[in-house]
């Protein structure tokens, strides 16, 4: 029952994202769903590999390259999920900012 909950917690914070930044839409629940499980697969997957290629990078600006690599990887989920839209690297940048804040904000929310 935990990872149906982390699901649709995830998914919603996807949908409350989209809706609160001009920059990114999403069409639907359901894609904010999907959207959410794909995301997580990437990061799962991808975005340590990433992490490890552009280690010089992100010792060199403190930890800032992080940023970019996430929002690669909003754009790489944006290419693969149909009804899920990002205009550019800087909406992309601040999705997966508030995407994080929403989220720890739900997370709070359900365990209390």
């Given amino acids: 029952m935990g990872i149906i909950v982390s699901l649709l917690i995830n998914g919603l914070a996807v949908y409350i994202t989209a809706r609160i930044l001009p920059g990114v839409s999403v069409d ?27 280690l010089p990078a992100t010792i060199s600006t403190l930890g800032l390259f992080t940023f970019v690599i996430n929002a690669l990887m909003v754009f790489l989920v944006a290419a693969f999920v149909p009804g899920f839209h990002v205009n550019g690297f800087w909406s992309a940048i601040l999705f997966s900012i508030v995407l994080s804040l929403v989220s720890f904000v739900l997370r709070k929310l359900s365990e209390s």
């Fill in 28 to 54: 639907s629940f359901i894609t904010a769903i999907i959207v959410s499980v794909v995301l997580g697969i990437v990061n799962t997957f991808i975005k340590p590999i990433l992490f490890i290629l552009t």
